[in-house]
C-alpha cells in the first residue's frame, strides 16, 4: 500500500529531489505498529451504502397506442384549467414531457411582486436541490421560471417515475416556508445579478429595450432593483398562497409515453396541491379576461429612435425592427421568406464588406401576435452610423429583390419550406413546438405545414409589395423602431438634431401612449 501525503508543513524534511521537475519528496515506510491497527480497524458507520434511489425505473414499457392522433387533443377543460394530451407515436421511447403554465396576473403586477415571485422561485428551487438530485441521477428533469404571466413547471424524462418527481415537487411548493437564512443569501444574489446586468454584452440591452418599448406591459431593471427592499420576509410568505390558488388559470400539456388516464392523474395531482395552500381547500378559477397573453404596441409611421447609454462596454450596438403587422399565415409567410432572401447577403455586407462588428444578426421579431423583421449589429462604431448602413443595405436589397430571377426565388421558396418541414430529431423540441402554439393561444398545431402550402403560393411581386410597404426607406407607411446602445465613455451624447427619426425621450410615456394591436384569434375554437 502507498499513501501520499502533500502539505506546506513538510518543507524542510524532505531528503530527495525529483529528477524531472525538481518536486522535494521523502519516501518512508509505514510502521509496523500503524500497519496493525490498519488490520483490525472496527466497522466505520459514515461509510454506508447509499439508501434506494425510488426515481429510477423499473417499467421501460413504451405503450401501443390503439389510435394517434396527429396534434394533441383537449381532453378537460373547466373554469381553471386546460389539459391537452399528446401520445407519442414516433419516438418510441419509455419518456414523457409534461408543461404547466399557472397563470395569475398578480405575480406580475407590479415590480414588488414580480421580484416576490422571483425569490420565491430561486428560495424553492435552492431547497429542492438535495432531495431530488437523485432524480437528476436517474436522468428525470424539472423546473420553475417565472413569466409576464404567471409560473412555468416542465418536467421531462423516464415515465414510470414521473409520479414521483412531480408529487415530490408539488409537495415542496404547496407548503413551502421561506427560511430567514436562505431569503438573505439568495436575495443577495438575486439583486447583484440584476445589477450586474449592466455589463451583459450591448446586443442583449438593445433587444432587452426593444422587447420592453414594443410589449403592453414591461418592469426594467432599474424598477425591480429600487423596489427589493420594499417587502419582507412575512409578505413573501403569505405572497406564495395567493399565487397557487387565489385565481388562477391551469394550462398544461402531456406529451410521449403516457395514456390519457395518467395524463389526468398528473393534472389531478397538481390540483390536489395547490388546493391545499389556502384554508378553503379549493382553487379560485381566474376571470376570463385575465387569460389573454399581452399585447404589442403600434409603432407609428416614420422612423423612432430609443438611446440608452452604456457605461460599462466601450462597444455600441442596434437593434432595428420593422414592424409588419399582426400575423395570419400569409404574412407570416411573407416574413420568413423576406428573411430567408436577406439572410445571406445582411451577413455579408456589414460583417464581411463593411465590417461593422463581430456581431451581425437578421431575423424575425414575433411578441403578441405581432411580427416584423430586425437587424442587430454590435460594434465599435457608434449607433448612429450603424444606423446609417443598416438603411444603406435595406436600400440596395430593392434591387436584389428586382434581379432575383424566378429560379433564385423558386430556391429561397424551397429551401425555407425544407426547414420548416424538417421533423423535429428530439421528444424535447416537439414538445417545445406544441407548447408554443399552446402559450401563445394560437393552437396552431399543423402551423408548418399550411405556412409551406401558403408559402409556394407566393410570387415574386408579392414580395416585392411587402418590401416596399414595411421595409424599404421609401414606404410611407413603414413603421420603423430603433435601439441604440450607446457607450457613453467613448461616444459623446447624441444630439436629436443629428438623429434621422423621432426621439423617444421616456419609455413608459412613449408606451403607454400608443394603441395596442389586436390579439390573434385562435386556430381553432377552444371554447
Known sequence: MRVTVISKKFAGQTDQTEKWYGTEFKMEKIPDEKIEILKNL???????????????????????????????QLIDSSAHKRLWYKEDANFKLPKAYIRFEIRNPIIYLDPVN?????LFVDLLVDSLTQDLYPAELANLRYNVSPTNYGLNLSFSGFNDKLDVLLKTFFERMAAFKVDTQRFNILKESYQRNLINYEAEQPFKHAIYYMTHLISEKGWTKKQLINTLNDFSIDDLQNFIPKILSHG?????????NLTKEKANEFQNLLEKYLQSTNHANRIRALEKIYHNNFRQVQIPEGNHIFIQNNDVHKTSSIEVYYQCGVQNTKNNALVELFCQVINESCFNVLRTQEQLGYIVASGSRNFGGVQGVRIIV????????????IENFVSITENCLKQMTDEEFKTHVEALALIKLEEPKRMSKQCDIYWNEISSHQYNFNRESI?????????????????YKFISPKSDSRRKLAVYINPSEVNPQLSPDKLKGKLIEDLSEWRSSLP????????????
Open 451 to 467: 405556412e409551406v402550402e401558403e408559402l409556394r403560393k407566393l410570387s415574386k411581386n408579392e414580395l416585392m409589395e411587402f418590401y
Open 378 to 389: 454590435q460594434s465599435d462604431k457608434t449607433p448612429l452610423f450603424l444606423d446609417e448602413r
Open 42 to 72: 472496527e466497522k466505520n458507520e459514515s461509510f454506508t451504502i447509499p439508501v434506494k434511489n425510488s426515481f429510477i425505473p423499473t417499467d421501460l414499457t413504451v405503450i401501443e397506442h390503439s389510435v394517434v392522433n396527429k396534434f394533441p
Open 248 to 256: 388562477v388559470f391551469i394550462e398544461s400539456i402531456m406529451f410521449g
Open 114 to 118: 414580480s421580484n416576490m415571485c422571483n
Open 516 to 527: 395596442l394591436y389586436p390579439l390573434v384569434k385562435p386556430y381553432m375554437k377552444i371554447d
